[in-house]
């Protein structure tokens, strides 16, 4: 990504958000900022602005009060909800706008695609890729999300303090989301780096809006130390390396200290939530020397208490699979208890049911199992590695 | 301000056994609704509350009449109120307050004036 890009992302949830409190239309705002974005392709070689997230907003105000004169007798559509008016507000125009794009009253594929769209100014392609769908789809999607936002007047307003907190669980879901969909991509590599990129961009994004929040922090903290594995998650050549296996040298330390910091802090704070713990647990790997002296029994521990924050079968799944690592652990018992678990077609079900059967030495099951686990990977380098664990009953 | 009508659904099983002191206790549960609305800057502009499905009729679209509700669901369409409210999000939390099992919220389709 050159830096020119890197401005243009850094700055366009602002100038769209700004502009969308300007023109009262978020098909509108969208075209301002592109517009914005094609003025500083054309004049900004000749000579940077000393303020370039500034000068696109002011472009992009000037180009929709240009268009707004001019189609003033053409406008009917309804328009959004905007309170109150006021002055320039950028910081809190954005975080209107996030709150707005993950209204509750958006189903939630609804969500990612409008925060993608205009919180990251993705292309309807790009966004496609990561909802596992066509490309027609998710502009039928954007444009009817665009209309109940309008016809039902969902308000373009950050939502009050006794509503604050289970708001912003809808938007960090909704930005935990992007990270997964990265962190294993639906394209040729295990990881689709622009979009954790883009995810790692919101989080620190809305740690900057609502900084007395600590959610935020945590799942900041959470893709700071899943990013620092990143460059140890694949071989020389390519191929899947579980986290057991890693060459833990490669990991960002730089990324594992910011990572900590974050977690350290929200874990602290009165408000702690279920990101924190999450964040947590990825922490506790961060800093295990090697695979064999990770403390298990603190992270059994911390997923026991997530589960009492937020009990989901993913939680389940994960607390059994640390529940089996720790000394002298009941591996059956572990294997009946994610028997259990309803999670039809998560492929990291029948995955972790593998490994345990390899463990108790049951080949044959295993094998069945990693098979299973294959029929529902689509990410090429996951589906290599479990291909081989197929064709060799479970044996790494 | 715009208009959301609220359509109410709910197992109707409730009036094959509810007494006289039932009927009271809901009819009560509605003026605190109403109340709440009033409270919130919003108003009410109208409502009913509907006899059963099963005394419903239904025309199909090719003029064919049957008995019963177009949709023949466990948790009927039990009654509705037009609420005017600021916006969605008030209009969100006024239904929570609403006394029924499962509230619809659909804005009102606005015409621009003659």
């Given at each position: 990504m050159t830096g020119l890009e890197q401005v243009f992302r850094d700055a366009w949830a602002a100038v769209v958000a700004s502009t969308a409190r300007l023109t009262r239309d978020l098909d509108l705002a969208e075209d301002c900022a592109q517009e914005a974005v094609e003025r500083a392709l054309r004049t900004w070689p000749q000579g940077m602005p000393d303020n370039p997230a500034g000068w696109l907003t002011t472009t992009a105000h000037r180009v929709a009060l240009d268009r707004l004169r001019r189609e003033a007798t053409l406008r009917r559509k309804l328009p959004l909800l905007v309170?109150?008016?006021?002055?320039?507000?950028e910081p809190v125009d954005a975080l209107r706008l996030v709150f707005t794009c993950c209204h509750p009253a958006l189903v939630r594929e609804s969500q990612v695609a409008l925060t993608l769209r205009?919180?990251?100014?993705?292309d309807v392609t790009a966004i496609a890729a990561v909802l596992l769908t066509g490309e027609a789809g998710v502009a039928r999607r954007i444009t009817r999300a665009k209309q109940k936002i309008a016809a039902a007047r969902i308000p373009f307003r950050v939502p009050p303090d006794d509503e604050l907190a289970a708001r912003l669980d809808a938007v960090l879901t909704v930005v935990h989301l992007v990270h997964t969909a990265g962190h294993v991509g639906s394209r040729a590599d295990l990881q689709d780096t622009d979009l954790t990129g883009r995810a790692t961009g919101l989080a620190r994004m809305l740690v900057r809006l609502l900084p007395d929040e600590p959610e935020p922090q945590a799942l900041l903290g959470l893709i700071l130390l899943t990013e620092a594995r990143g460059p140890a998650r694949t071989d020389a050549e390519g191929d899947l390396v579980l986290l057991a296996h890693q060459d833990r040298s490669r990991w960002d330390r730089a990324l594992i200290r910011q990572g900590l910091a974050r977690t350290t802090a929200a874990l602290r704070h009165?408000?702690?939530g279920r990101f924190a713990l999450q964040a947590a647990v990825a922490g506790l790997h961060a800093v295990a020397p090697t695979w064999a002296d990770t403390d298990w029994a603190q992270i059994v521990t911390t997923y026991d208490a997530l589960m009492r924050t937020w009990p989901s079968p993913v939680v389940a799944l994960n607390r059994a699979a640390a529940r089996s690592r720790l000394p002298g652990a009941d591996l059956a018992a572990v294997l009946r208890e994610i028997d259990d678990?309803?999670?039809?077609?998560?492929?990291?079900l029948p995955a972790a049911r593998a490994d345990l059967l390899a463990r108790l030495g049951r080949a044959e099951e295993a094998a069945a199992a990693y098979a299973e686990a294959l029929a529902l990977t689509t990410n090429p380098v996951e589906r290599r590695y479990l291909a081989l664990r197929v064709v060799s009953r479970g044996h790494p | 301000m715009a208009r959301y009508v609220f359509l109410m659904y709910d197992a109707e099983d409730f009036y094959d056994t509810a007494d006289e002191q039932d009927v009271v206790d809901e009819m009560r549960l509605h003026e605190q609704f109403m109340e709440a609305v009033r409270a919130a800057g919003a108003s009410v502009v109208g409502g009913e509350a509907l006899q059963p499905s099963s005394t419903a009729s239904t025309v199909r679209g090719d003029a064919l009449v049957t008995d019963g509700p177009f949709a023949d669901t466990k948790e009927a369409l039990g009654g509705f109120y037009v609420i005017d409210a600021p916006d969605l999000d008030v209009a969100l939390r006024l239904a929570k307050l609403c006394p029924a099992g499962n509230v619809e919220v659909r804005p009102v389709l606005e015409l621009p004036e003659a």
């Open positions: 309170e109150p008016p006021g002055d320039r507000d205009l919180l990251c100014g993705m009165p408000r702690r678990l309803a999670l039809d077609g998560y492929p990291y | -």
